[in-house]
């Protein structure tokens, strides 16, 4: 019969006893490994216990006579040329030629549009035409619009010449008083009535013109308009007083008008051309408008013709310039070899090693073996099975295999930090049409690799502990997504821990080597930089890399959540493509709510509901913590069940909500660059914390 991972009656005990029965050399050893020998923390599986445990990948040589680290020789590490190589497919493929082409062609045009534009000034074709045009213009512009404003002006002018001292003749109470007082003066006739005689008195002179005129009393009847003539000759009279006081004869030295009755009874009056400034004041403001308002039509107007000749030039000049872009693109692209395309890349990862952790981040190997796990607390193989929701609001036991790490403590234990981990590595760019053939004798290349193309690196880690990582395996549950339902699903917590308390670090510290991450890329000196490509063509000895160079992780604490049992990292596919996801959280209160986090608001409170359940994983703490047994009253070991991440580099406290901060001071520590003069640049601290993936999807094209 065929059993399925999600059926009930797939018991964990049947699953255990199988991977026993796999992995166990002899029935002793099944026989030590019963349930009665296995940590009740872990559960059932296949225990494991690293005692003096060290490895390196040495290159065989007809003249070693064991490991380069016994024989007391200068540099040991010279001979860490055993690799591990991540090989090159996929060499002249057919369906790679269209793409070549498509590449090729698209960086030629890139790079001939570029450098056109720039031999035939492009880019300055636009403004500079935009300008000229535009000057020359506005200039014509403001010409034409302005030709009329003298016209206009004049003409305000004469209005306002008339309707000014209209306006004083209507409303000005002197002028009123005055036109009154005149008016009167000829009704009653030049001669104040006559007094019976024939012969006319003398006119009241008072600097305006001099009329005589009879009283109008002698004209009842208006047939000699008398009174018609009274009313013109003190309206002109009027009208010249108002030049004399506030017009253009102002400053005229009149001693009739000084000397009359009139003007002494004004007091305190002095004589101004009041009408002749207005009248000069509304010209000029005309004049000022009507050129502001032609230049603003000379600008626009200007501008438009400018646009319109830049746009058609640069236009013109573009079209031109496509034609020979896209003739050198082709030519280029027609020429070009698609073997000669750097598209594959070629890895040798050198000189693995595991070892005991020492003070030194410039050795990649201590030679020393550490001990990772104890009876109590072992690496494990298991099955088990959890009962979870994962796309549904539908709850299912669901059957998982798992390796775990053994469990980190809850009290802080140096001791768990004793792991070294080295390599070295060349990463090659190679040409698509490069030779596959392998020397089968040292599985590397024959050719195809360039000094010019390569990256070389060194990694080294001191302090490092993997205690609470764990993996799991399983079929994923239902879902209605084809990419989610029945597939390959993973869960994975990744610990990467070097420091329980990193709180107090300082760059003055004298130990900060031994619990830190180094990549370096310089070598010590050209001689020991290595003679070939990279040492699997040759079997040359490695490089050897400088004491000192490279960028330093101190104290650094990585603590990965990657998808969890409600929300499962999937393998999967779509058509010929591989994906890799950490599904969507489904909106289900009964799994968000298993995922999300509730936070202290830092006042006493909190941000979210108490049904919030997810929680951080940190060096700290991570997720509910596991008691040894049944009977313990202390939880003796940190949790797997965290749903967020955190990373932390150096001098770090934890806050009282298991919250993370980078401490700050002249002396913290954890991100330093050195270079290979002895210079060094501290960067201080830093920490990521509460990181949740929502939803990453990783997928590969074209397949």
Not at 556 to 569: D, K, R
Request: glycine share 8%; proline share 4%; with cysteine.
């Amino acid at each position: 019969m065929t059993q399925s991972w999600n059926n009930t009656r797939f018991k964990k005990s049947c699953l255990a006893s199988l991977i026993a029965v796999l992995l166990s050399p002899s029935v002793n050893a099944l026989e030590s490994l019963s349930d009665d020998h296995l940590s009740e923390t872990t559960g059932e599986g296949v225990a494991l216990v690293l005692d003096d445990f060290k490895m390196v990948f040495q290159a065989p040589k007809d003249i070693s006579a064991g490991s380069s680290y016994t024989r007391n020789i200068e540099n040991p590490g010279q001979a860490d040329t055993g690799f591990i190589r991540i090989i090159p497919t996929g060499e002249n493929y057919q369906q790679l030629s269209g793409r070549a082409y498509d590449k090729v062609y698209k960086s030629s045009y890139d790079l001939t549009l570029m450098q056109e534009k720039v031999d035939k000034n492009y880019n300055t074709l636009y403004q500079s035409t935009y300008d000229a045009t535009y000057t020359q213009n506005y200039n014509n512009l403001k010409t034409e619009y302005t030709a009329g404003i003298p016209a206009a002006a004049t003409a305000e002018r004469t209005k306002l010449t008339t309707e000014i001292p209209q306006r004083y003749f209507e409303a000005d109470p002197i002028i009123k008083q005055y036109y009154t007082q005149r008016l009167a003066y000829y009704r009653a006739g030049t001669n104040g009535g006559f007094l019976g005689s024939d012969s006319d008195a003398d006119v009241i002179p008072d600097g305006t013109t001099e009329y005589t005129l009879r009283p109008v009393s002698e004209d009842p009847t208006g047939v000699l308009g008398y009174a018609n003539k009274a009313i013109e000759y003190a309206t002109t009279n009027a009208k010249e007083m108002i030049q004399l006081l506030y017009g253009s004869r102002a400053t005229e030295a009149n001693s009739k008008l000084i000397n009359s009755a009139f003007y002494k009874g004004l007091s305190n009056f002095t004589r101004n051309n009041g009408i002749g400034t207005e009248i000069n004041t509304a010209v000029q403001r005309l004049i000022d408008t009507s050129s502001a308002a032609a230049e603003i039509r000379a600008k626009f107007k200007a501008g438009q013709i400018a646009e319109a000749e830049a746009k058609r030039l640069t236009e013109k000049l573009y079209a031109e310039i496509l034609q020979t872009v896209e003739e050198t693109a082709r030519d280029i692209a027609k020429n070009t070899s698609v073997g000669s395309l750097r598209t594959k890349a070629d890895v040798f990862i050198y000189g693995l090693a595991l070892s005991k952790s020492d003070g030194s981040l410039s050795t990649r190997f201590s030679n020393q073996g550490f001990n990772w796990g104890t009876p109590d607390n072992p690496w494990l193989f298991r099955a088990g099975s959890e009962k979870v929701k994962q796309f549904t609001n539908v709850e299912k036991d669901l059957g998982y295999l798992a390796l775990e790490a053994p469990l980190a403590t809850v009290i802080a234990n140096n001791q768990d930090n004793n792991i070294k981990l080295g390599f070295w590595t060349d990463i090659f760019s190679r040409e698509l049409g490069s030779s596959n053939q392998v020397n089968p004798v040292t599985g590397a290349p024959t050719s195809g690799l360039d000094k010019d193309y390569r990256l070389r690196a060194q990694f080294v880690a001191n302090g490092l502990s993997l205690n609470g990582s764990q993996t799991r395996i399983f079929q994923t549950l239902p879902s209605t997504n084809k990419n989610y339902n029945e597939t390959l699903g993973i869960t994975s917590l990744v610990r990467l821990n070097t420091n329980d308390d990193p709180s107090n670090l300082s760059i003055n510290d004298n130990n900060l080597n031994s619990k830190g991450i180094r990549l370096s890329t310089a070598a010590k000196s050209d001689d020991l930089d290595g003679t070939a490509a990279t040492p699997a063509m040759d079997r040359s000895n490695a490089p050897v890399f400088h004491d000192t160079e490279g960028l330093y992780l101190y104290s650094p604490n990585i603590n990965l959540v990657l998808g969890n049992m409600h929300q499962p990292f999937i393998l999967g596919s779509e058509g010929n493509n591989i994906i890799l996801e950490i599904t969507r959280i489904p909106n289900i209160p009964d799994i968000y709510n298993k995922i999300y986090q509730r936070y202290e608001d830092g006042k006493g409170g909190y941000l979210g509901s108490e049904v919030l359940k997810g929680s951080t994983c940190n060096v700290y703490s991570c997720g509910t913590p596991i008691s040894a047994n049944a009977t313990d009253t202390v939880a003796n070991y940190q949790g797997r069940n965290a749903t967020h991440s955190s990373i932390a580099i150096g001098t770090t406290e934890r806050l009282p909500n298991n919250m993370l901060r980078a401490k700050d001071g002249a002396t913290v520590t954890g991100i330093v660059f050195k270079s290979v003069d002895g210079t060094m640049k501290n960067f201080g601290s830093a920490v990521i914390d509460g990181v949740l993936i929502q939803h990453l999807k990783i997928k590969t094209t074209g397949l």
